[in-house]
């Protein structure tokens, strides 16, 4: 089959298996280029390890700490005609290069909200490793279906009490355009979200964990948030994905006592904006991200999720200092949130018109990774020969 990108607005629907290994090389490649991190993780559990943050803090453990990995995801293999998500052959890449590497690596793919997912995971780890020593809740969708209660929830991205507006880009095209809001209209739109995006699962996982003792004495576990510019906060860290946010992260003090007859401990990690499938999503932060992209790689500390999260590890987690804030949280979107940063993209976010985009953003680079998310543009491949379909992932066959 040959396989060319196909979009839909945010969404592409088209993946390309040996872009999608290109890719993961690439991060790998990066990894064993900063050396082994010493007194690493060396069994892990990434939930939400096919792509973006979750994926990288998979390749970070295995390649950077020869780490074990289990990794469970939702995904799509390829079908006849069809290829299958970016997920799936991030997946199946980085399991062939495990093996090759002599890491262990294993993954599940299922609904990490249900119970069922959660069960088969755990069995997996008396199985194979015993326990984990790290959990990694890397999970970013737009519905959950309680375990408990069977009730579906769908989170929606909204500002709350006053409608927004703002500028926005079509990244494609890269028509600059006003865009408003409207804030939620009930108090359920917040609650749906919470639910979603919220602590809870991540609550549940741990205490599942635990009940089966497969946590390793000293365990930890690490989920992700994000807080951005105060340009984004109605839409983001004051809107409804926001409320989320805050819900996850008082969510850290509840496992921290769930670990602490087994000294474990739980942190959120405020990650960098990043072009991923799910901040893809979101209306003004593609803009944002664009400019902010131009302004750090000027500075040379633009970091992309691999970069992200091997800092997270060496020079938080496992090294260096956890730099926590006020608030007891990691902040690896320190050089994102730099005064000089944070001036020079709100100054560029004045100015910016669809007439001066390509010059004063990095809306090439945004693209490029928008892309590169789904295995294209990336120069190695040639997009016009047919594609071997990686339609295996070796441990879930
Ligand atoms: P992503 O969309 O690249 O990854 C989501 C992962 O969750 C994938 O592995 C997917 O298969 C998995 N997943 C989704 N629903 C699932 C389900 N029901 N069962 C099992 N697996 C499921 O997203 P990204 O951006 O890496 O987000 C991960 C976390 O990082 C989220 O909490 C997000 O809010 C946070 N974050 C993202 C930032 C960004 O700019 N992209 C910035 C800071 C934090
Ligand atoms: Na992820």
């Known amino acids: ?33 900063k050396g082994q991190i010493v007194n690493g ?17 998979r390749i970070s453990a295995a390649f950077g700490s ?3 990995t289990i990794g469970v995801f939702f995904e799509k293999p390829g079908t006849e005609g069809r290829p299958g998500t970016a997920g799936w052959y991030n997946s199946a890449a980085f399991e062939e290069q495990a093996k090759q590497a002599g890491i262990y690596a294993k993954s ?56 927004f507006t ?8 890269g028509v600059v355009s006003n865009i408003s809001i409207d804030p939620v209209k009930e108090q359920s739109d917040i609650d749906n979200t919470i639910a979603v995006m919220g602590g809870e699962d991540w609550k549940f996982w741990i205490e599942d964990l635990k009940a089966a003792g497969v946590l390793a004495n000293g365990a930890k576990t690490v989920a992700y948030s994000y807080i951005g510019p105060e340009l984004t906060y109605p839409i983001y860290r004051n809107g ?51 400019l902010l992209y131009k302004v750090m790689k000027e500075k040379n500390i633009h970091e992309g999720c691999i970069e992200q999260m091997q800092r997270l590890f060496a020079d938080r987690l496992y090294g260096g200092s956890l730099a926590l804030d006020t608030e007891g949280r990691i902040r690896v979107d320190d050089w994102e949130m730099r005064e000089d940063v944070q001036s020079a993209v709100a100054k560029l976010w004045e100015e910016v018109t669809s007439e001066n985009i390509e010059a004063i953003s990095d809306l090439a680079g945004y693209r490029k990774d928008f892309f590169n998310l ?13 594609s071997d379909e990686l339609t295996t992932v070796a441990s879930l066959k």
């Open 1 to 33: 089959m040959i396989i060319q990108p196909r979009t839909r607005g945010f969404i592409c629907l088209t993946s390309h298996p040996e872009g999608c290994a290109e890719n993961v090389k690439t991060q790998i490649e990066y990894v064993k280029s």
């Open 41 to 57: 993780p060396k069994k892990v559990l990434v939930i939400g390890a096919s792509t973006g943050f979750g994926l990288a803090s």
């Open 66 to 68: 020869n780490a074990a």
């Open 108 to 163: 599940i793919n299922g609904d990490a909200f249900s119970d069922e997912i959660k069960k088969e995971t755990i069995e997996l780890i008396k199985k194979d490793l015993g326990q984990v020593d790290l959990v990694v809740y890397s999970l970013a969708s737009p519905r959950r279906t309680h375990p408990k209660t069977g009730v579906a929830y769908a989170s929606v991205l909204k500002p709350i009490g006053e409608p």
């Open 166 to 173: 703002n500028k926005t880009v079509d990244f494609h095209t």
């Open 240 to 290: 409804t994905i926001g409320m989320a946010k805050n819900d996850l992260e008082a969510t850290v003090p509840v496992i921290n006592d769930l670990l602490k007859d087994l000294n474990g401990v739980s942190y959120v990690s405020v990650n960098k904006a990043l072009v991923t499938q799910s901040s893809s999503a979101i209306p003004v932060v593609p803009l944002y991200i664009s």
């Open 374 to 386: 789904f295995g294209f543009e990336f120069d190695s491949i040639d997009y016009t020969l047919e």
